[in-house]
């Protein structure tokens, strides 16, 4: 395959025979027998009772149709980078003066999650806003994820993925733009302003406790916390510890997994449908249920649940570091939040706009997406200029 700068529009078509196979493959599902008394506990993965609702209603109750038309009324596009398809949509702002916005998924997710933001973000003066507020809005797949896909080469990982985005916005003509994100999305977020500072206007992520957890595995413990806060981090740990086995086997053994997500929707479900529960938060609004069977839907049509481990691999063997220290204007985003967070990833309280939120969670675009809105709205107020 060639590479070529061909920007084609694309739209969201996924045959009936494939639903018909989903559908059939859900009805024929060999569950196993759970341990008496374990029904509803998550102490050991997703609740099986949960699931098996779940599952019910993916096969019986979801409209894969209606979501499809949701997507498919924003512009969307494929074109090639560095040999691999990339898919995003471009939705353009009504407002003249709008500022163009790169908004990056992280894991497990895909588009999906920026739907409830769209049209806010893109036309304010429609939601109750302020047409100053606007942005053309630039979403792309990570390569591996949802229809970007299949995966062309091995490699792709973080830095690869920030060269194509940035190469994207080269495409479209943004010589200068913003660029927002979560998970994976905010390294993503964070490379771009520290590779391209002459493009990156300001830089926005979200966040949310959960990352005490990565303390001491992903950055560093600073000196100087008390007691009480090394407490919260040691708890955090605690519980990452026993939630972490999905990304430990997707960066060490991800083919025997990868087999599964492909073959077995229930896998797909199970697999994705715990972590937005459990990367929920302790007080937030759960994520709309056709929402997220929509997103599982994406992983399960395009097959990129083994993809996207595979990027998981790539970047985990890549020895990149996550975090990219630049100049470049940033805020921060943090939903469900502790304060410690900040002590640990701001301990000089350098980061401009630092916005802490007890609702939410690792999923805000989705989960408090007026917050997430709000938050991004006030941040880059201040930059536009």
Same mark, same amino acid.
């Given at each position: 395959m060639t590479n070529t700068a061909d920007i084609r529009p694309f739209r969201i078509d996924i045959p009936q025979a494939e639903l018909d196979d989903l559908h059939r493959r859900l009805a024929a599902t060999r569950v196993p027998n759970p341990v008496p008394g374990t029904e509803s506990d998550w102490r050991r993965g997703i609740a099986p009772d949960l699931l098996a609702e779940l599952a019910e209603y993916w096969r019986t109750g979801f409209d894969w149709r209606a979501q499809e038309a949701r997507l498919n009324a924003f512009d969307q596009f494929v074109t090639e980078i560095d040999g691999q398809t990339i898919h995003f949509l471009h939705v353009r702002s009504p407002e003249p003066d709008a500022v163009p916005l790169l908004m990056t998924h992280g894991y497990p997710s895909s588009v999906v999650e920026f739907l409830e933001v769209i049209g806010p973000l893109t036309d304010p003066r429609a939601h109750g806003g302020s047409p100053a507020d606007a942005f053309h809005l630039v979403i792309p797949s990570l %390569? =591996? #994820? =949802? !229809? /970007? +896909? %299949?995966l062309a080469a091995t490699g792709w990982e973080l830095a690869r993925t920030t060269? /194509? !985005? /940035?190469?994207?916005? +080269?495409?479209l003509g943004y010589r200068r733009f913003a660029a927002q994100g979560g998970d994976i999305g /905010? =390294? @993503? +977020?964070g490379r771009l302003a520290a590779l391209y500072p002459g493009r990156v206007i300001a830089t926005h992520v979200n966040s949310d406790q959960g990352s005490l957890g990565l303390a001491g595995e992903q950055f560093p413990i600073p000196d100087g916390l008390s007691s009480e806060e090394m407490s919260v981090i040691h708890a955090a740990q605690e519980r990452w510890a026993q939630q972490k086995g999905y990304l430990v086997l997707q960066t060490t053994q991800p083919n025997a997994l990868a087999a599964a997500l492909t073959d077995s929707p229930i896998a797909q479900l199970a697999w994705i449908a715990e972590? #937005? @529960?459990v990367w929920g938060g302790t007080q937030s609004s759960v994520v709309d249920r056709d929402l997220l069977l929509a997103n599982i839907s994406i992983y399960w049509f395009t097959r990129s649940g083994a993809s996207a481990a595979q990027f998981l691999w790539e970047t985990a063997h890549s020895g990149l570091d996550w975090m990219a220290p630049s100049l470049v204007p940033q805020g921060w985003a943090v939903f469900d939040a502790n304060p410690v967070l900040r002590r640990i990833m701001d301990p000089d309280k350098r980061i401009e706009h630092y916005s802490e939120y007890a609702d939410g969670g690792h999923f805000a675009a989705l989960q408090t997406p007026e917050l997430l809105v709000d938050d991004i709205r006030r941040f880059f107020g201040k930059h536009r200029g």
């Open positions: %390569p =591996g #994820f =949802g !229809f /970007a +896909t %299949p060269a /194509a !985005f /940035a190469e994207l916005m +080269t495409r /905010a =390294g @993503v +977020t972590k #937005f @529960v």
